[in-house]
């Protein structure tokens, strides 16, 4: 499974754009890129997944480049709702794959 | 709707005593695992199972017990052998080996007290 390495922290205000940058030098070429979110006592909630190039959904967007070696997390005008844990992490999808959790990154949003 | 219920939410277990957490999911999840979170850290898997009646050790499975009986539940049961048991603990499904399966589910989690 991937190693990966994120910042362990970061800070930003209401409404700017956050791009959390994820290193993963050994990715496998069947692994996926997910992020999770966690908010303190709770347990992650997925937020996207990808393989390549990149993926938008209502909530983020993922940029992936062609070596595959890193990945960016990018939230659009971010809110005080989005001060969480985000974690970046390889998935193989159709190996029943273990998630394996790093450090995480610790995204602070003050107003 | 359709999740994993753990139970209890918060649990005080004196030394020297088991304890089990609950976990159930409405998913027709295949695949289950437990996790545990220490304050400041990442979740670290404990156990996980990809069948009925069939379970794996993960990276820290000393000192606990797992059980799949049933397709919808995995309890995990915290031994007296677990020599640092207080912590955050997560249970997730997920569809499991040969599907598509965009990632984990996970439930609200059971805080740990030993005390």
Known sequence: LAKTTQPISMDSYEGQEVNITCS???IATNDYITWYQQFPSQGPRFIIQGYKTKVTN???????????????????RVSLSDTA??????????????????????????? | DGGITQSPKYLFRKEGQNVTLSCEQNLN??????????????????????????FQKGDI???????????????????????????????????????????YTFGSGTRLTVV
């Not at chain 1, 209502?58 to 659009?76: N, Q």
């Not at chain 1, 794959?97 to 003050?110: A, D, H, Y």
């Not at chain 2, 545990?36 to 850290?41: A, L």
């Open chain 1, 24 to 26: 993963h030098n050994n």
């Open chain 2, 61 to 103: 499975a000393e000192g606990y017990s797992v059980s799949r009986e049933k397709k919808e539940s995995f309890p995990l049961t915290v031994t007296s052998a677990q020599k640092n048991p207080t912590a955050f603990y997560l249970c997730a499904s997920s569809i499991g080996q040969g599907f598509k399966d965009y990632g």
């Open chain 2, 29 to 54: 999840h295949d695949a289950m695992y437990w996790y545990r979170q220490d304050p400041g850290q990442g979740l670290r898997l404990i156990y996980y199972s990809q069948i009925v009646n069939d």
């Open chain 1, 58 to 76: 209502e909530v983020a967007s993922l940029f992936i480049p062609a070596d595959r070696k890193s990945s960016t997390l990018s939230l659009p």
């Open chain 1, 85 to 111: 844990v985000y974690y970046c992490l390889g998935f193989q999808r159709n190996q029943g794959g273990k998630l394996i959790f790093g450090q995480g990154t610790e995204l602070s949003v003050k107003p």
